[in-house]
């Protein structure tokens, strides 16, 4: 039997950062990737805290994990990398005023209405109308240059059925907003 053997060529050599990327560029490649929003949400002292993360992703199911990402800059930060426990709170396609509510440090008085959200102190805050919310442990913390990657253990979580609200090209939209621009 002949065996053929050809040669492969070496991999071109990974990129540093900011060799030939730009910022810009990267932020208009970044922003064509759709993905779901939710809210991040947690205890600070007496206080409940939380932001709008788009940076979402299901790590595993046994063990139940997601990932999300925060900026090290937000205002909710530094509550969160403190906190043992959080919930994310996945929201509906409805939820547009939420996401616009929690996306802005501006707003922030304008967060965690009782009418709106579950405050019970034994428990992470959470959003009455999500389309799911998971609660549990943070797991993980890892640093990712002006980010935070946060891995919640999952050991809660309530679904409904709704669309999803997602972020596409800088703005909201619903799925079928979506298919049809």
């Known amino acids: ?64 994990r997601v ?11 530094d509550a969160l990398f403190r906190a043992d426990r959080c919930s994310l709170n996945l929201l509906a396609e409805g939820d547009r005023a939420e996401a616009e509510r929690f996306s802005t440090a501006a707003r922030t008085h304008e967060r965690f209405s009782a009418l709106d959200w579950r405050l019970e102190r034994q428990a992470a805050p959470s959003y009455r109308a999500a389309l799911a919310c998971l609660s549990g442990l943070i ?23 709704a669309d999803p609200l997602v972020y596409f090209d800088r703005r909201f939209a619903g799925l079928r907003a979506l298919a049809d621009s």
């Open 1 to 64: 039997m002949d065996i053929m053997i050809s040669q492969v060529a070496e991999p071109a050599p990974l990129a540093e950062p900011g060799d030939g990327l730009s910022g810009e560029a990267f932020r208009d490649s970044a922003a064509r990737l759709a993905g779901g929003v939710g809210v991040a949400a947690c205890w600070d002292g007496a206080a409940p805290v939380g932001l709008l993360v788009s940076s979402i992703a299901v790590l595993s199911v046994e063990p139940p």
């Open 67 to 77: 990932l999300f990402c925060v900026r090290k800059a937000a205002r909710s930060h």
């Open 139 to 161: 797991s993980h913390r890892m640093d990712a240059g002006t980010h935070t990657v946060f891995v919640l253990a999952a050991d809660r979580a309530v679904v409904r059925d």
